[in-house]
């Protein structure tokens, strides 16, 4: 039988959580006091709290949930697809019509800037038709007045004209000249500078990007993008000016916006349909799963009649099938099982009941055998002697068994009542007294200066008990037998410890299995029928309590019961460390925390105490002393102590029980 598995947060006095040689400076109390000492500390713990809340809960639904988590990624990767095409075809789009825009703009600029020179170029008589354009009785102000309107007037808004002065213009000034503009453009702020200058400093069109901007109280028309397109000619004077056409871009940006919000549209479309066939197809594959899980969970806790709903002849149709063809075979091996065990527990118990009767005969004539030994010869004498001791045994094999058999059936009861486990022990001890003085052993108890009460099953703890220390004095080979009593919080223990063979490495985790032994060779002198321990666990376990074992090989071994002070209260902890102070791993890490603190360690009470705790395993030869330890340990966890654990290099030494020797 195996051993409850109990928490491993035994209280050790005078050891500090974490095993670290300088205590616990940054653990428990000091770590809230240098929290809170920090500026602004609580309100950082306080922003975590109010953080975490909200984002807890999500996360939870996050990892649980694979159904959201298939959807949100087939939304994000197809959002992710849709803004890369939408990006792609804006690009293009755009690039299309600009280009498509730049290569109309400068053959419309080109043809003006033709007119334009030509116009400055010819010359024309007095009484020619144009005689109001001639430079007779005209300058070249009003000359360039009237270009400007005679070009403007083909656009018809697809275009705008303005001229400005070269020379001192590109440098923001107006010039003698001033500037020129059809529609009511400003021209020198819709022209930008950098292409002024362009246009000053070389030959050739220029063009460039910009804003066309209109001047203040004519119907305040807000700016529009343009492309400007500008060169340097010559008046009817010969001299240079600038000359630029402004194209709007209103139409293309209007296509393009068009074009922006239809992929806009048709891309949300497309991530919500595929946010919804990636939920639908989840849907169909996820809902099996779940469904088996349940079913799964319900056959776990014993329900195994469930079966799971079988629909179609797909994939989840076969494995539905396969589960609940798996369900019906561990249902059947489970009855099988049972039906074996229920076998099994019922002919240990029949053969048990039936072997009294005849064992009472035979009982009654070996007595009467053992009671005439006087009048037989020495052979005859000595079989009479060994036919009653191994009745004796025998007897005691068959009341274990029945014992084994009420646990294994759950028919054993507790009858738990207040008791002082000081009683209990001095019992105990009276009862080995005779065995312990055949081995040279002497029984010490440490601990029973004061009251240890808890409600517990007299007869069950005192049989745990009895097991306990008579195995100490048959396996202490001589040496004292340390029995150690401690209750602090909501809990009491016993500890026996001796100092005899021990346990080897991965014997503690064996040592409460029937019929095991430690030395198969070894002769059981108390006539024990190997089933102690395993009673002994299991009586522990019906009190609620923990039964377990420590040991190392030639260090002896110490077994620890640890009891709820009240019937039915969880146990947190026991007051009694499972590995003993004096075990060779402690006195190690003494001596070289002793070799570490140096020569002023030795002027610390509660460490020189401590050393003195850990005092060494008395010679097998002698009569041991036992190791002084503190009649008062360390508070449970919750009774307003401080908490200290195990150091992470005694966490093997002290797993949880389930074997022996």
């Known amino acids: 039988m195996s051993a409850t598995r109990p928490d491993r947060a035994d209280v050790q006095p005078g050891k500090p959580r974490g095993g670290s040689r300088w205590g616990a400076p940054w653990g428990g109390r000091q770590l809230r006091q240098v929290t809170d000492g920090v500026a602004g500390g609580p309100v950082l713990r306080l922003c975590v709290r109010l953080v975490r809340r909200p984002v807890l809960p999500a996360v939870r639904l996050w990892r649980r949930n694979i159904q959201l988590r298939v959807v949100v990624a087939t939304l994000l990767m197809s959002l992710a697809v849709v803004l890369a095409l939408g990006f792609v075809v804006v690009a293009q789009v755009s690039k299309g019509l600009l280009d498509a825009k730049e290569e109309a703009a400068q053959s419309q600029a080109a043809g003006g800037f033709a007119v334009a020179q030509e116009k400055a170029n010819t010359p024309l008589s007095v009484d020619g038709p144009d005689a109001t354009d001639n430079k007779v009785g005209r300058d070249a102000s009003t000359w360039m007045n009237s270009l400007v309107k005679q070009l403007a007037s083909g656009g018809q808004t697809a275009f705008e004209v303005a001229a400005l002065g070269s020379g001192e213009q590109a440098s923001g000034s107006q010039g003698v000249k001033g500037a020129r503009a059809s529609g009511n453009v400003d021209p020198t702020a819709s022209v930008p500078i950098e292409l002024r200058r362009a246009v000053n400093n070389a030959t050739g069109t220029f063009k460039t990007f910009s804003e066309i901007r209109y001047t203040a109280g004519v119907g305040d028309k807000a700016p529009e993008p343009a492309l400007v397109v500008g060169k340097q000619l010559t008046d009817i004077n010969g001299s240079p000016y600038d000359l630029y ?14 074009v922006k919000s239809t992929i806009a549209t048709a891309g949300l479309f497309v991530v919500v349909l595929l946010s919804a066939i990636a939920w639908l197809v989840v849907r169909q594959v996820v809902t099996p799963v779940r469904m088996a899980a349940g079913i799964a969970e319900r056959l776990s806790a014993g329900r195994l ?23 019906q075979n561990l249902q059947n091996k489970i009855q099988q099982l049972e039906d074996l065990s229920r076998m099994q527990r019922r002919f240990v118990s029949d053969v048990s009941h039936e072997l009294r009767t005849p064992l009472t005969t035979v009982r009654m004539a070996a007595d009467v055998i053992h009671d005439a030994r006087v009048d037989f010869d020495p052979v005859t004498a000595r079989s009479a002697e060994l036919l009653a001791g191994q009745l004796d045994r025998f007897e005691s094999l068959l009341a274990d068994l029945l014992e084994i058999s009420r646990f294994d059936a759950g028919a054993a009861a507790l009858e738990a009542e207040p008791i002082d486990l000081r009683d209990v022990v001095r019992r105990v001890i009276d009862g080995a007294e005779p065995l312990a003085e055949h081995k040279r052993t002497r029984i010490r108890v440490l601990g029973d ?27 202490g080979e001589g040496r004292d037998v340390v029995v150690r009593l401690a209750s602090a919080g909501g809990a009491v223990a016993v500890a026996v410890r001796d100092y005899g063979v021990g346990l080897k490495p991965g014997e503690a985790t064996r040592v409460f299995n029937r019929f095991w032994r430690a030395d198969p060779a070894r002769a059981r002198t108390t006539g024990g029928t190997g089933l102690g321990l395993s009673i002994a666990v299991e009586d522990a376990r019906l009190h609620g309590g923990w039964l377990q074992a420590w040991g190392e090989p030639g260090g002896g071994s110490q077994f620890r019961l640890t009891l709820p002070r009240t019937a039915d209260e969880p146990l947190r902890g026991s007051p009694i460390p499972l590995e003993p102070e004096d075990s060779r791993g402690n006195r ?74």
């Open 245 to 258: 056409y402004l194209f709007p871009l209103t139409q293309e940006e209007e296509s393009l916006n068009l």
């Open 305 to 327: 009649q469930e079966r799971m709903k079988v629909t179609g002849e797909d994939d989840i149709a076969r494995l539905g099938e396969a589960f609940n063809k798996m369900a």
């Open 588 to 661: 190690a890490r003494a001596a070289a925390e002793a070799a570490g603190r140096g020569p002023g360690a030795a002027g610390r009470p509660a460490e020189r105490s401590e050393r003195q705790d850990r005092s060494p395993i008395p010679p097998r030869p002698a009569v041991a002393t036992a190791p002084p330890v503190p009649t008062d340990p360390t508070a449970l966890p919750g009774s307003g102590s401080r908490v200290v654990a195990r150091p992470a290099d005694q966490s093997t030494a002290q797993e949880d029980g389930t074997g022996g020797r």
């Open 449 to 475: 200066t004061q009251p240890v009460i808890a409600e517990a099953d007299a007869r069950r703890v005192e049989r745990v008990l009895r097991n306990l220390v008579v195995n100490a004095v048959e396996h």
